[in-house]
Nanobody
């Protein structure tokens, strides 16, 4: 059974930092494209960041570019999202996701939540002003 488990969420003041982790089990995700999405109450799920299967290419939403960094540790089968300079508008449930394609794809692919086959249960991030 494939599982993605997020951790690292919590309550932080504006300007603070958090690092989210997404640990995979049941299969190796070292050859898969991975992404982070978020969903705030009353809003649609939105793309945050993605990492190509090789780890060589990253993509970010404009709203987080320069503040968030996605990375992976294949030895630990884990993907991270380092979030700095957090803002109240970053408050949301954050989900990690993995696809089953494992090939380089155009940027539009990574931003589409529908291409991802595996999802974690989400971790709450709350940023107070």
């Amino acid at each position: 059974q494939v599982q993605l488990v997020e951790s690292g969420g919590g309550l932080v003041q504006a300007g603070g930092s958090l690092r989210l982790s997404c640990a995979a089990s049941g299969r190796t995700f070292s050859s898969n494209n991975m992404g982070w999405f978020r969903q705030a109450p009353g809003k649609e799920r939105e793309f945050v960041a993605a990492l190509s299967w090789s780890g060589g290419t990253t993509y970010y939403a404009d709203s987080v570019k320069g503040r968030f960094t996605i990375s992976r540790d294949n030895a630990k089968n884990t993907v991270y999202l380092q979030m700095n300079s957090l803002k109240p508008e970053d408050t949301a449930v954050y989900y990690c996701a993995g696809d089953s394609v494992g090939r380089n794809r155009p940027e539009v692919y990574y931003r589409d939540y529908r291409v991802y086959d595996y999802w974690g249960q989400g971790t709450q991030v709350t940023v107070s002003s």
